[in-house]
């Protein structure tokens, strides 16, 4: 079974930056597609940045274009977003999850395999 673990949740300010690790481990980067999703209280799950297989294709939420940046280690089996100018409403529970397809410029929360979460919270 797929594993999934993420790291580098935590407190900051706005404005400020944190780099999220997703760890896979029992497969390989280069057979899935990556993706990371975050749910705030009270709001639906919504997939905000993926990368391809190949790691040649990446995509964004408009929320996050321009401030989040996903990128993938090879070595290390390792996907990560760097989240950059944070605001409040980013605040929200963050998971990577891993899929064998590539959807193209979305990424849709059905994929099939999930890690546990890592909280995201920012606030002054």
């Known amino acids: 079974q797929l594993q999934l673990v993420e790291s580098g949740g935590g407190l900051v300010q706005p404005g400020g930056s944190l780099r999220l690790s997703c760890a896979a481990s029992r497969f390989t980067l280069n057979h899935y597609t990556i993706g990371w999703f975050r749910q705030a209280p009270g709001k639906e799950r919504e997939g905000i940045s993926c990368?391809?297989?190949?790691?040649?294709?990446?995509n964004y939420a408009d929320s996050v274009k321009g401030r989040f940046t996903i990128s993938r280690d090879i070595a290390k089996n390792t996907v990560y977003l760097q989240m950059n100018s944070l605001k409040p409403e980013d605040t929200a529970v963050y998971y990577c999850?891993?899929?064998?397809?590539?959807?193209?410029?979305?990424?849709?929360?059905?994929?099939?395999?999930w890690g546990q979460g890592t909280q995201v919270t920012v606030s002054s």
């Open positions: 999850a891993a899929d064998p397809v590539w959807y193209g410029s979305t990424c849709p929360i059905n994929f099939r395999n």
């Open positions: 990368i391809s297989s190949s790691g040649g294709s990446t």
